[in-house]
């Protein structure tokens, strides 16, 4: 009861915060950055409503101010272009390593690259070198910039702070283990991304078919759902995980009202006592943020492709095929854009074996095909047709990447 009272409770908080902004603001990202950048003038003019509004929104996220920020409009100034955003502590920093070389030295990509760590003894200093003797890699420390008192970031939780954080206007924020084949910037060039400012990307179809208490939770409390969230599988009890929040693309200026609120869900004491116990770890809280908020966001109807390779069943007399590999994704053309997993067959053990990267195979939309629960995944597939071989230039390209890093020994340094 008190956490549906809680729950309750902000939202009543966040409509209020959204409806004083856009009184005080207004929606179009032009008039109120030219507010902001004359904003003591404008708290003068409008000292009641601006006092009102201060109140909501430092009750709402107190720990943005006090350590870089001391008002919104400093926060806001701070943002400039586009670029990529990766979380990482020591643990996984064979794999940002590895996904940094391939995007600077065999994609290209002209994109500048921000590296978020959490604290001193998150990152070592030589790690923080190496990452460094790349061109256009900065580092920043989190604790540098939020009060970590209130957020405690750590593990998934970093990933809507770093985007708000950043450096950069426009942010492409992807996990140290994804890996492109294309260039990150043709993220940008998404229809859905310029009307609205996001682009978030769909998970796989699971278990449809058992009850969905996180279902049950949202709906208690969620009021005047948007239509996108009202046409989400998850919404519409298909699935019970609806978001892959391995590759999130956001301008803060559009969307910083729905950016923000997916922040407070992943304070602390809310997604401790609360939000965690109910969706795994981060991944809803983007688009539930967003509907929170009500602020329009763009889910991709593209359905998840899996990459890899048609294996073996381990099952007798089984009719069915297995496909195993990782979870890819593609844009409007269904081409293959990254995939999350690495090189490897399973990142969490310590075979050092590099996944067959033969084919793919799309997710047949809502079908809650049978999944294997731990990596590597491996997906139960009725017809052989359905699975696509990767074109020459995918399968060159990708060869060349496997190929560096035999040369390099940026995963496997023994």
Not at 176 to 191: C, G, M, N, T, W
Not at 368 to 395: A, G, H, M
Request: glycine content about 4%; charged content about 25%; hydrophobic content about 35%.
């Amino acid at each position: 009861m008190d956490e549906l009272k809680n729950m309750n409770l902000l939202r009543e908080k966040t409509d209020l915060h959204r409806i004083l902004w856009e009184r005080l603001f207004g929606t179009d990202i032009f008039t109120y950055n030219h507010i902001l950048k004359s904003i003591f003038k404008y708290q003068r003019e409008n000292e009641s409503l601006f006092n009102l509004y201060n109140k909501v929104h430092k009750n709402l996220y107190p720990w943005i101010y006090g350590k870089r920020f001391l008002a919104i409009d400093e926060l806001i100034g701070s943002f400039h272009g586009r670029g990529i955003v990766i979380c990482t502590g020591s643990f996984h920093f064979k794999y940002i390593q590895s996904t940094i070389d391939t995007l600077r030295n065999l994609i290209k990509t002209k994109l500048p690259i921000e590296v978020f760590y959490n604290g001193e003894d998150d990152l070592t200093i030589e790690e923080q070198q190496i990452l460094l003797a790349y061109s256009k890699v900065y580092l920043s420390n989190l604790e540098e910039y939020f009060n970590d008192d209130i957020i405690k970031c750590k593990n998934w939780a970093i990933k809507p702070f770093a985007i708000l954080a950043s450096r950069f206007t426009e942010v492409i924020l992807i996990d140290a283990d994804i890996f492109f084949i294309r260039d990150p910037a043709e993220l940008f060039k998404s229809k859905g991304y310029e009307e609205t400012g996001t682009l978030f990307f769909r998970d796989r179809t699971i278990s449809k078919n058992i009850p969905n208490e996180s279902l049950l939770w949202f709906k208690e409390w969620t009021k005047n759902p948007l239509e996108e969230t009202k046409s989400l599988r998850f919404w519409n009890g298909l699935t019970i995980h609806e978001m892959d929040s391995s590759t999130i693309v956001i301008n803060k200026e559009k969307a910083i009202l729905g950016l923000l609120s997916v922040c407070k869900l992943n304070e602390y004491a809310i997604r401790k006592g609360i939000i965690y116990r109910y969706v795994y770890n981060n991944k809803e809280t983007f688009w539930m943020g967003f509907d929170l908020a009500h602020q329009h966001y763009y889910m991709s109807p593209q359905p998840i492709t899996f990459i890899g390779s048609i294996q073996p069943t381990s099952q007798e007399n089984s009719i069915e095929n297995v496909f195993c590999g990782h979870i890819a994704h593609t844009m409007e053309d269904k081409q293959i854009v990254f995939w999350k997993g690495h090189l490897e067959v399973n990142e969490f053990d310590n075979s050092n074996m590099f996944l067959d990267f033969n084919s793919y195979i799309t997710e047949k939309d809502n079908d809650d095909r049978k999944w294997s629960n731990e990596p590597p995944f491996c997906y139960y597939i009725e017809n052989e047709e359905d699975v696509i071989l990767l074109s020459k230039n995918e399968k060159a390209f990708i060869n060349m990447i496997i190929e560096r890093e035999y040369n390099n020994r940026l995963l496997y340094k023994s």
